[in-house]
């Protein structure tokens, strides 16, 4: 019996491997990668610097930010928030921060606050653009410009505490 199990799987495997399938899978390769780099817990009421480290496809038009014929433009702007149900709408129309890149790989982070105990969050969006001109001229003589904008939206949770007070001063030792 165990035999004819056993000849009935093979026979089904060698029978199931003989089929002719092509799969075709395109990949395109994903250039993005962004890295918040915060610390994870931080003290209600004090001042923090971080940065974004960023890398995107548009990289492969320009990375210089100075560039006259290729504008690029690349900031991150947030709110401090303990709630992340909103969509990207209301990010865009209450955004309190705005933070523009020093580099096409740093956007910094400065004098950052928390001022809610518990779990809150970064959460905004980074918008990437660039802007050629390749010297084209509309009816009317204006200059043609392409804009290419890539908007990524950036969420990172940090957990708020108190700072402890010390338990003992120097005179009660």
Known sequence: MKYKII????ILSVLNSCK???KII??????????????????VNELYDGKIEYKNDLDTIT????????????????????DVKHDVNYLKKNAKGNF?????????????MFRKL????????????????NGAQGKKGEPLTRI???????TRGVYV???PSSTKSSSEK
């Open 63 to 82: 990375t210089n930010l100075d560039d006259v014929k290729k504008a690029r433009f690349l900031d991150y702007n947030f709110l401090l928030t303990t």
């Open 7 to 10: 000849s009935g799987l093979i």
């Open 20 to 22: 002719d399938e092509t």
């Open 26 to 43: 395109k990949k395109t390769p994903e250039l993005k990668t962004i890295n918040l780099i915060f610390p994870d817990t931080v003290y």
């Open 100 to 112: 523009v890149a020093e580099t096409n790989r740093i956007i910094p982070l400065y004098g950052i």
């Open 148 to 154: 290419i904008t890539d908007e990524i939206r950036l």
């Open 161 to 163: 505490i108190e700072r």
């Open 118 to 133: 518990g779990l809150n969050y970064f959460d905004g969006i980074i918008t990437d653009e660039v802007r050629i001109e």
